[in-house]
T-cell receptor, first 116, second 114 residues
Framework: AQKITQTQPGMFVQEKEAVTLDCTYD???????LFWYKQPSSGEMIFLIY??????QNATEGRYSLNFQKARKSANLVISASQLGDSAMYFC?????????????FGKGTKLSVIP | DTGVSQNPRHKITKRGQNVTFRCDPI?????LYWYRQTLGQGPEFLTY????????KSRLLSDRFSAERPKGSFSTLEIQRTEQGDSAMYLC????????????FGPGTRLTVL
């Protein structure tokens, strides 16, 4: 079974500052994928970034980067230069390589609030 | 650019009634997923289709729930004899089925059972 833990229910960040959202995971699959999604108040889940378990380098997508530490089973999301539009719920998720590999397992999310 | 669409966006029903939701995935995507999200939680997987074949079902999907994808295009999720515990956001996602398996989500259908 796969499990995602997000320990920060809510975070505040000043506009233009960087912020790190924590995510730890647990799985017995030899290979897996880690995802971050953003969910604004409108409800739609927006894909942000992906990291494969065998990828040597940390993933980056614009202002988003994923700090992947395999030994610690952590996959933290770093948002640089926060903007007011970044205020939303952020979900960490993973997919595996065995049975059920196509489904995503999500954490409970972190609510990010960007302060002007 | 047409993303994943879901209808209706909101549904209010009385306990015991049947409801049906529709999901139209991105046209070239062969995989389609249904998730359920309750307040304060992340989405939970319900079921998955590859083309028209339903390949996985969560134990969350009781026998009151049925999903179809008749021609490998749109999908429907039906809930029979709704209960108040069925109140949630029902999310549909689709993907190309590549290694990364990035899933694109629709806006969801919010179900309220009175």
């Amino acid at each position: 079974a796969q499990k995602i833990t997000q320990t920060q229910p809510g975070m505040f960040v000043q506009e233009k500052e960087a912020v790190t959202l924590d995510c730890t995971y647990d799985t017995s699959d030899p290979s897996y994928g880690l995802f971050w999604y953003k969910q604004p108040s409108s409800g739609e889940m927006i894909f942000l970034i992906y990291q494969g378990s065998y990828d040597q380098q940390n993933a980056t997508e614009g202002r988003y980067s994923l700090n992947f530490q395999k030994a610690r089973k952590s996959a933290n999301l770093v948002i640089s230069a926060s903007q007011l539009g970044d205020s939303a719920m952020y979900f960490c998720a993973m997919s595996g390589s065995g049975a059920g590999s196509y489904q995503l397992t999500f954490g409970k999310g972190t609510k990010l609030s960007v302060i002007p | 650019d047409t993303g994943v669409s879901q209808n209706p966006r909101h549904k209010i029903t009385k306990r015991g009634q049947n409801v049906t939701f529709r999901c139209d995935p991105i046209s070239e995507h062969n995989r389609l997923y249904w998730y359920r999200q309750t307040l304060g939680q992340g989405p939970e997987f319900l079921t998955y289709f590859q083309n028209e074949a339903q390949l996985e079902k969560s134990r969350l999907l009781s026998d009151r729930f049925s999903a179809e994808r008749p021609k490998g295009s749109f999908s429907t999720l039906e809930i029979q004899r709704t209960e108040q515990g069925d109140s949630a956001m029902y999310l549909c996602a689709s993907s190309l089925g590549l290694v990364v398996n990035e899933q694109f989500f629709g806006p969801g259908t919010r179900l309220t059972v009175l």
